[in-house]
């Protein structure tokens, strides 16, 4: 019998490591040969620690599942049991969605690379093998792929900067670095999937002509880091890493690296500083990482989910990727759904689906029952949107155009009891405490910031239109996103929220 | 650098001010550099924690489930504030932004394990179990 008990974080957090215990001690104590399988997460926090077992007829659930459930799950011959959910694959949430950077995870041993090959695995990096460095790069662009990291810059474009840019040495850089609140799509897919990752990479690194790559992870993931530091070991020992990848006679070293709790670090040329051993402080623009980035060379910096993206992209055919989504946001986007909602996870789904659906259909509202107030939708650099913007479709542009951003694609749902004064001056604070010190605006900015939304909370109404023209400041003189947009919360909060910061006056009066 | 630092960290609890001149001098940079290095990342310590560590998420999606009320409970079951460690030595508290447990949250790490849906009751738990 092979009983599945993910691995990961999320469902370790609410108690996966007991349940997995349970099941090999009752299968001990039973003499029944069960082989314990630790996946990833389907994807289904809600339903955390999430028991599968393998049936003739497919995967069949059984969760939120406990130490204490497991003797009578094996005593009902994991039938009918109160917890059973029956097969996994037509469990509503993950019925809907359209999995192609997520297909494997949760469904395979993510340290299994003979799994990983028999769900597809490999067939992307065989197929760009064949290709010449311009036909990669062809592939991708035809997808529509953009960096899923936030900036939304087109990866076929980047790749093709850094394949045209003369040098001696050329890098392959993944941004693991994943510190927006909200967002967890790039820790799932390391601790459920990260064969996935470093084939990306290997690709990419073909497409440019680089020999060696780094994956930039954060000290917050050791669970995440664990795996994919595992992953490599294994990938280099089976040859898909090494002097000789897939016996192509092309090289591609990886390596893990691990950041030290710094923010800032996910902005591109921060990272790249950290990684050369600095402070992990912003870089003017120009030059452009493409060109001048690890110790000065050209490198491509991308997200982990566009890295994730590319092996499908390559697999399957850009055209096949660019089919799904809308406008110029093609492909599928990984949404994260977090806060206070009832159904929590990863919902990977093509652009175009509205932010009311994702909320209401999808996250199946608040978890505490009351309305929903505000949704933060990109992570703590993310605007703030009210119910009244529902209607939105999930794209780069008309997200922009409300004056939020996609970011990382996580959504924070927050219910009526949210104070959003106290949530703009959050996003400030938290500004001044991870600003690098770099740029002025953000660095002081910040700072001045907290202390006029202290003024506007203590009543002093003049002080808005100062946190307007503060937040113009950040948004127009600041180097990187961090200053930069800082003021989407903070302006969202005031702009669509404004009681909240008129109560005390109010009340004073 | 930041191998090294983690490295010296994870052997001595923290990085003793007399590491970092051998790390300067190894890596060919001036102590100022060393130190400005260390000194801008949040992990690193130039003092040693408690014998366990404590971090809650302190980031939106928390808030969003009360975390500000755990952090609250925790600083006042725990009689410090963020990075404060109890007198007997026991427990450091601090704060972190974002675990990547924000569909389980308020969500919480103790010396490395995760923690999620932290609620009073089970914040105690840890409390006692730490020995705090």
Redesign the interface.
């Known amino acids: 019998m092979r009983i599945y008990v993910p691995r990961d974080a999320a469902a370790k957090a609410v108690g996966a490591e007991a349940v997995a215990a349970a099941v090999s001690a009752e299968a001990a104590t039973r003499g029944l040969p069960v082989e314990l399988v630790r996946n990833g997460s389907r994807g289904m926090v809600w339903l955390e620690p999430l028991l599968e077992v393998e049936t003739p007829e497919g995967r069949i659930a059984f969760g939120p599942v406990t130490p204490a459930d497991v003797p009578a799950l094996f005593d009902a011959g994991f039938g009918a049991h109160p917890k059973a959910l029956g097969l996994t694959a037509e469990i509503p949430f993950l019925k809907k969605q359209t999995r192609l950077t997520f297909a494997r995870v949760g469904v395979i041993d993510p340290l299994s690379l003979p799994e990983y090959e028999a769900h597809g695995g490999l067939a992307g990096l065989r197929k760009a093998l064949t290709l010449s460095p311009e036909a990669i790069v062809e592939e991708v662009t035809a997808s529509g792929l953009r960096g899923r990291g936030g900036a939304g810059f087109p990866t076929g474009i980047k790749w093709k900067t850094v394949l045209g840019a003369e040098a001696a040495q050329k890098y392959v850089v993944c941004n693991a670095d994943e510190g927006d609140s909200g967002t967890f799509a790039d820790r799932m897919l390391m601790e459920g999937d990260p064969f996935t990752l470093i084939e990306g990479m290997a690709i990419a690194a073909l497409a440019v002509g680089a020999t060696r790559g780094f994956i930039y992870s954060r000290s917050e993931y050791p669970d995440a880091n664990a795996v994919m530091g595992q992953a490599i070991t294994i990938a280099r020992a089976a040859g898909m890493l090494g002097p000789d990848v897939l016996g192509s006679g092309r090289a591609f070293e990886l390596e893990l690296r691990i950041g030290a709790g710094a923010y800032v670090c996910g902005e591109e040329t921060a990272l790249l500083n950290s990684l050369e051993g600095k402070r992990g402080v912003v870089r003017a623009k120009p030059p452009i990482p493409a060109l001048q980035g690890l110790f000065g060379q050209p490198t491509v910096v991308n997200n982990v989910l566009s890295l994730a993206a590319v092996p499908a992209i390559l697999a399957e055919g850009g055209a096949a990727y660019a089919a799904h989504g809308i406008g110029r946001s093609r492909g599928t986007i990984p949404l994260q759904i977090a806060g206070n909602v009832r159904f929590g996870g990863l919902f990977e789904t093509g652009f175009g689906i509205t932010l009311g659906e994702i909320v209401n259909d999808i996250a199946g509202g608040t978890a505490s029952g009351r309305p929903v107030k505000a949704v933060q939708v990109g992570g703590p650099l993310g605007a703030y949107h009210p119910q009244a913007d529902f209607a939105l479709p999930f794209s780069y542009e008309d997200f922009a155009g409300s004056g939020g951003l996609v970011g990382h694609a996580g959504l924070v749902v927050h219910d009526d009891s949210v104070d959003m004064l106290r949530m703009a001056r959050f996003a400030l604070e938290f500004c001044a405490i991870e600003s690098c010190g770099k740029c002025t605006p953000c660095r002081i900015g910040a700072v001045r910031g907290v202390e006029v939304v202290d003024r506007i909370a203590a009543g002093d109404a003049a002080a808005i239109p100062l946190l307007t023209d503060l937040c113009q400041t950040m948004k127009l003189g600041s180097l990187c996103a961090l200053g930069g947009f800082t003021p989407y919360p903070v302006l969202s909060a005031l702009t669509h929220f404004p009681d909240d910061f008129a109560t005390l006056k109010e009340a004073a009066e | 650098?930041?191998?090294i630092?983690?490295a010296v960290q994870a052997e001595y609890g923290h990085v003793p001010a007399e590491a970092l001149p051998q790390i300067a001098e190894a890596?060919n940079i001036s102590r100022a550099e060393a130190q400005?290095?260390m000194s801008?990342?949040?992990?690193?310590r130039d003092h040693p924690a408690g014998r366990h560590v404590l971090k809650i998420c302190r980031?939106?999606?928390?808030?969003?489930?009360g975390s500000e009320a755990l952090a609250a409970a925790a600083k006042a079951r725990l009689g410090v504030d963020w990075h404060g460690t109890t007198p007997n030595g026991a427990l450091t508290l601090e704060p972190?932004?974002?675990?990547?447990?924000?569909?389980?949250?308020p969500?919480a790490?103790l010396d490395?394990?995760?923690?999620?849906?932290v609620d009073a009751a089970r914040l105690d738990e840890i409390a006692t179990e730490a020995g705090a």
């Open positions: 650098m930041l191998p630092l983690h890596l400005g290095v801008f990342y949040h992990d690193f980031a939106e999606a928390c808030q969003a489930m972190v932004f974002c675990l990547g447990l924000c569909a389980c949250a969500a790490m490395g394990q995760v923690i999620g849906r």
